[in-house]
């Protein structure tokens, strides 16, 4: 048995020896006071009794307080275990009992724990330093947000890169640093909320309040730091690389672009789009102004950018500089979603070269202006300062063949950004391309007038040459069948009178003489329409009313439209007097209406219509009949070309010549029910 379980014996040994000596005086004075209560044995008895409960209690009292007193010792160890405290002054127990005992292993264990502790914090602020040093040594700007957004920590790099203070950035919301932070980023913080999964965005941009803008990849990461759920934004600054990349990418299209569309506007609209392609790679606005030789004036030609800040947003969030395809074909579509106000007002705008101002200046020097402070700068004059309601901006000139023809105007309306000296020569590149772009244009289309004017002279002297040819044939014609006409004509007069002769063949030769008559009449017609059409008419040039000289012509017809049974419509507007032949144009109006009849089924109706525009005076005559067939619509007006059993096919062309000799142009349509031909003679 050890000294423990011996003292343990004891106690219970004199504690049970006291409870045994209560218990038998307690009896003894029950038993006095039965047989006389009023015996000084009792009261001794009771003396005795009492004198032991008191000591029993006392002896109990003893032993709780040196217990306690020890268990409050050890309760102090604990709570200085729990708040990391392992060096102890609550005194030391005393004995050899299990509480001294206890409290021996409780203290060395704790000079253990407190080494160890030791050991570790070292080691803890050693790799915190290892983890600060990097953070701050990182080439990466470095954010550190909790799941409201609000900035945790930022390193130094960040601080210097957008120009801000920590306490600038402590406790704020991470959308309060930037004046522009693309919507994939704080899409991006919310999805990795949810998901707790790393995302890694390319290319964002992002725009401080001091107008710092950055391209970055950026890679948000989860984690949790003192049991606290956070977010780490690690930035990788390529702006210049992409700046770079980008730039010789949109070029290289751009080029591709020009070289493939011919259509200028197009071509310029691509320019200007590509010009003001992003937050960080170009302009917000750029204007075109070219130069109006006639009135000498620089005026709007075209314009690109957005009216409002949100626009701006709304631009820059669509567009990445890897989507330089759907950039200039967002130039070439027009994009009229935005910048409709602007587009209006460079519209409406012109600069007089006469003047001195800065855009004049820019454009007789053929130097690029950059214009730091509109508001300060004497060379901008209050309505250039009102036009282009911008602080700083650049002109640059647009020259092509030493020659200039116009200017771009380009500025950072929205994001304030200061205009750099790169963004200045690359505008210089596009200008470069819109100036030959323009010049490249501007010839082909002189080229195409030219080459338009050789073939109407071509055609000319084909028509000239045909008609020459037409003509010698014609002459041969009517020189071979003169002469025969005139006989035959001569001698079925001659039949006529000698009917009386013989009386018995009168009526058969009367109806032979005819035939030879009416017959010989169609030729001298058909030789008539040729003699008119070979040899050069006399003109009487006149100022007439057209609607006289149609009146007159359908008051010649109104019979035969009758007889047809064809409705003949004059619908005849107010129109201006035309220097004209009156006896030519009445030909032209009786060939038309006659072909007009022949075409129109009974009941059908033949229209003419006059009516006139600050240039020509028109005249539509139409029909109800079946049109004219789509592979014959171009050459019928060629001489000899005929649909009908009689006549040589020279009706058409004859109006063609008269209509040519008056400045006129003919034209014929097909319409719903019939064709239309609509004649223009110019005004004098």
Known sequence: MNDHMKDKFLQYVAITLFITLIVITIIISIFIYFINPHSWVFYLSIACTTLLILLLIYIRKIHNILFTDKIEKLHAIAENFKKGVFHHSVGQIAGDDPFAKIYTELLSASKNLENIIKSQKSEIEKLRELYTNMMFSMNAYIVVIDLNNTIIFTNDLFLKKFQYTPQEVSGKNITELFYFLTGTVLQAIEEIKKTHESIVLEKAHLISNNRITVIADIKLSYMISNNEPQIIMVMDDVTSKTKRDYQISLITRLSEKIQK??????????????????????????????????????????????????????????????????????????????????????????????????????????????????????????????????????????????????????????????????????????AYQAALSIESYNSLELLKKEMEKIKQRQEAIVESEKLAAIGRIASHIAHEIRNPLVTVGGYSRRIFQNISQNPADAEKIKKAAQIIMTETERLEKILANVMDFTRPSPFLLRFNNINDIIKDTASLLSNLFQERRVELSLQLQEVPLIKSDFNQMKQVMLNLLQNALDATPPYGVVEVKTYADDRYVYIDVSDTGTGIDEENINIIFEPFYTTKTTGVGLGLAIVKKIVADHNGEIKVTNKERGAVFTISIPLP
Not at 312 to 336: C, H, M, T, V, Y
């Open 261 to 430: 569309d011919d259509v200028l506007d197009h071509v310029l609209r691509t320019i200007l789009t590509a010009v003001t392609s992003g937050t960080g790679l170009g302009f917000n606005r750029a204007m075109l102004f070219l130069k109006d030789e006639k009135n000498n004036v620089l005026y709007g030609r075209m314009a690109v950018g957005p009216d409002t800040l949100d626009e701006a947003f709304a631009i820059w969030s669509s567009l990445s500089p890897q989507k330089d395809k759907e950039i200039l074909s967002r130039g070439i579509n027009g994009d009229d979603a935005h910048g409709r106000m602007l587009k209006e007002k460079v519209a409406a705008t012109s600069f007089d070269l006469n003047e001195d101002t800065i855009f004049t200046e820019a454009f007789k020097s053929g130097e690029t202006i950059h214009v730091y402070d509109a508001y300060r700068d004497a060379r901008v004059n209050d309505e250039i300062r009102s036009f282009i309601d911008v602080n700083e901006f650049v002109i640059v000139p647009l020259i092509a063949l030493n020659k200039t023809i116009g200017i771009v105007i380009a500025d950072n309306k929205f994001n304030q950004m200061p205009i750099t000296q790169d963004s200045v020569d690359l505008l210089t590149v596009f």
